[in-house]
C-alpha cells in the first residue's frame, strides 16, 4: 500500500506559478513511477505528466508542455510539479499517482495508488 498526499494548490491569477507537491509513504517510493492528472467540473480525469522511478523520463500532455514540469526526490519520498504561466482552463483538481508500471502512465488505470487531490484555481 502507497499513501499519497498533495499539497500546494490555491488561488493564482492567470500568469502565476505554483509547486505542488505529493509526499509518498508505505512502499518504496522509488519502486513506482509517477504521475499527475486533473479533473476539472463535469470532465474526465486527465492525464497531465509522468515520471520515470528513477526520474530520467518524463511524458508531459501537449496542453502544458513548455508550461508544466514534473520532478521527483527518491530520498525525501516526495513528488513535484512545477506550474508556471498558468491558464484558467489549468483549474482543477490535482491528484498525484503511483504506478507499478511503467505501460500505461498516461491513462488512470495505469495507476494503482491515488492522492486525494488538492484544488488549484486560476483567475483571469
Known amino acids: 500500500q502507497v499513501q499519497l498526499v498533495e499539497s500546494g494548490g490555491g488561488l493564482v491569477q492567470a500568469g502565476g506559478s505554483l509547486r505542488l507537491s505529493c509526499a509518498a509513504s508505505g512502499r518504496t517510493f522509488s519502486n513506482y513511477a509517477m504521475g499527475w492528472f486533473r479533473q476539472a467540473p463535469g470532465k474526465e480525469r486527465e492525464f497531465v505528466v509522468a515520471i520515470s522511478r528513477s526520474g530520467a523520463s518524463t511524458w508531459t500532455a501537449d496542453s502544458v508542455k513548455g508550461r508544466f514540469t514534473i520532478s521527483r526526490d527518491n530520498a525525501k519520498n516526495t513528488l513535484y510539479l512545477q506550474m508556471n504561466n498558468l491558464k484558467p482552463e489549468d483549474t482543477a483538481v490535482y491528484y498525484c499517482?503511483?504506478?507499478?508500471?511503467?505501460?500505461?502512465?498516461?491513462?488512470?488505470?495505469?495507476?494503482?495508488?491515488w492522492g486525494q487531490g488538492t484544488q488549484v484555481t486560476v483567475s483571469s
Open positions: 499517482a503511483a504506478a507499478r508500471t511503467t505501460i500505461t502512465l498516461r491513462a488512470p488505470g495505469g495507476y494503482d495508488y
